[in-house]
T-cell receptor
């Protein structure tokens, strides 16, 4: 079975500060891991994904995430927050044998203060 | 490539009525998915098509829900005898066979927000 836990439903940072959004997963098979961003009344946009290979994954808009198998984590970071980063972020896992099916976390709303 | 298109964007219906949503995937994509997102939650998987074949359905998809993808192009999701608990955002996503890596990326539409009153 696959599941995702996102710690912190709301995270608030100052503009220019480090962004850290936490994601832990559970998977009975090697997972594929994703971070999606959702702006109000919009669909989901892929930020980055881990499938195989390098465990540090770089995505769009300066975001990156590191797959840590021993910790079953896939935390999302960005060195310096921008006002435009304010949105809701979803971590998702899919089993590598069936990458069509995503299991999403409940999301983290990021607020960026000026 | 205009992305995944969903219509309508918003739908308000009375309890007990039937509603139908449409999803037009990215043209060369052969996989299409439906998800449901309720307020404050992440999307939940409903069903998945590969071409015209519906290969998997979640237990969330009760008998009142039906999805089709005739000819492997657009898809429709119908909810019969709507209930207030059906109020949610219904998201469609598609992915394609360009190469193995592309198949891991699903592109989402903007969703259809259903309100049952």
């Amino acid at each position: 079975a696959q599941s995702v836990t996102q710690l912190g439903s709301h995270v608030s940072v100052s503009e220019g500060a480090l962004v850290l959004l936490r994601c832990n997963y559970s998977s009975s098979v090697p997972p594929y891991l994703f971070w999606y961003v959702q702006y109000p009344n919009q669909g989901l946009q892929l930020l980055l994904k881990y499938t195989t290979g390098a465990t540090l994954v770089k995505g769009i808009n300066g975001f990156e995430a590191e797959f840590k198998k021993s910790e079953t984590s896939f935390h999302l970071t960005k060195p310096s927050a921008h006002m435009s980063d304010a949105a809701e972020y979803f971590c998702a896992v899919s089993p590598s044998y069936n990458f069509n099916k995503f299991y999403f976390g409940s999301g983290t709303k990021l607020n960026v203060k000026p | 490539d205009t992305g995944v298109s969903q219509n309508p964007r918003h739908k308000i219906t009375k309890r007990g009525q039937n509603v139908t949503f449409r999803c037009d995937p990215i043209s060369e994509h052969n996989r299409l998915y439906w998800y449901r997102q309720t307020l404050g939650q992440g999307p939940e998987f409903l069903t998945y098509f590969q071409n015209e074949a519906q290969l998997e359905k979640s237990r969330l998809l009760s008998d009142r829900f039906s999805a089709e993808r005739p000819k492997g192009s657009f898809s429709t999701l119908e909810i019969q005898r709507t209930e207030q608990g059906d109020s949610a955002m219904y998201l469609c996503a598609s992915s394609g066979p360009r190469d193995r890596d592309s198949r891991t990326e699903a592109f989402f539409g903007q969703g259809t927000r259903l309100t049952v009153v």
